[in-house]
């Protein structure tokens, strides 16, 4: 990615997920919420909000494709420029009332993402990044934090729709997190989780099954403010892989270290 990109890229994802804040919000007094799974909720503004998206970037981007959590279908193609949407990160959350929600968008080309928004408006939070540019929080920089050890950081996790399936691997771990650092949260956004860690506010987040919509905007702002991410063995990151490491830098390794000892007692 040698060459600028065009402005209008990271406009359109900023437009986007603002166009999406103002519709969550005007919407979640009046909610139809129905059931895709037997705890994986949907609201009318999920789709709303996505049909919203997938209109703009039509009339805009023409080559352009879309990776989207409520319309797209298994084996979509994929042009070289594909855009990665969440129209409502925390549906669970915004079916009840509580504010902790977003909408995140990123433009991959070549299966990296190059710019990212995500828009908190409950807070009225904007968490942008273009890649080599720097990540930023309603314009000013965003620097991770300075944590050197787990015993003194902060970390987040989330659990998967499918937690009622499989629960011991995923509270086996979250308790080997839990004893080596000094607090865990699970706030149920992952894009405001990795927006979070990019701010300095979490020190380390891991989820392991995940879609590519719930990070590939949170990853290249944790990415441009400092951060690193990886895949959950420590391996190069891939919004296509589901899982996702990401951290300030300093802690990295040792995340890894707790997830790979996980493994090997399985």
């Known amino acids: ?64 494709t879309i990776l989207a959590e409520e319309f797209s279908v298994e084996g979509e193609r994929e042009a070289r420029h594909c855009w990665v949407f969440d129209p409502v990160d925390g549906t669970t959350n915004y079916a009840h009332g509580l504010p902790i929600y977003c909408s995140a968008a990123s433009l991959e080309i070549d299966g990296q993402p190059v710019v990212a928004a995500i828009y908190d408006p409950t807070r009225r939070e904007l968490f942008t990044a273009e890649r080599g540019q720097g990540a930023w929080l309603n314009g000013a920089p965003l620097a991770v934090s300075s944590a050197e050890s787990l015993i003194d950081s902060l970390l987040v996790t989330g659990f998967p729709y499918t937690v009622h399936k499989n629960p011991d691997d995923l509270l086996a771990l979250f308790g080997d997190f839990l004893k080596r650092a000094r607090a865990v949260r699970r706030l149920g956004s992952a894009q405001l989780d990795l927006a979070y860690v990019a701010a300095g506010r979490f020190d380390g987040f891991w989820e392991l099954h995940l879609q590519p919509w719930d990070m590939s905007a949170g990853a290249l702002i944790v990415q441009e403010a400092g951060g690193t991410t990886t895949d959950g063995s420590g391996g190069a ?8 490491i990401a951290s300030n830098g300093r802690i990295h390794a040792q995340m890894v270290e707790v997830i790979r000892s996980r493994n090997r007692t399985k």
């Open 1 to 64: 990615m040698a060459d600028a990109l065009p402005p209008v890229f990271l406009a359109t994802a900023i437009e986007a997920v603002m166009k999406a804040g103002a519709m969550q919000l005007a919407g979640a007094d009046n909610l139809h919420v129905e059931k895709k799974g037997a705890i994986d909720l949907v609201t009318q503004i999920d789709r709303d909000v996505e049909r919203m998206f997938r209109a703009l970037i039509a009339e805009r981007f023409r080559d352009h």
């Open 237 to 244: 990151f891939s919004s296509r892989l589901g899982e996702i």
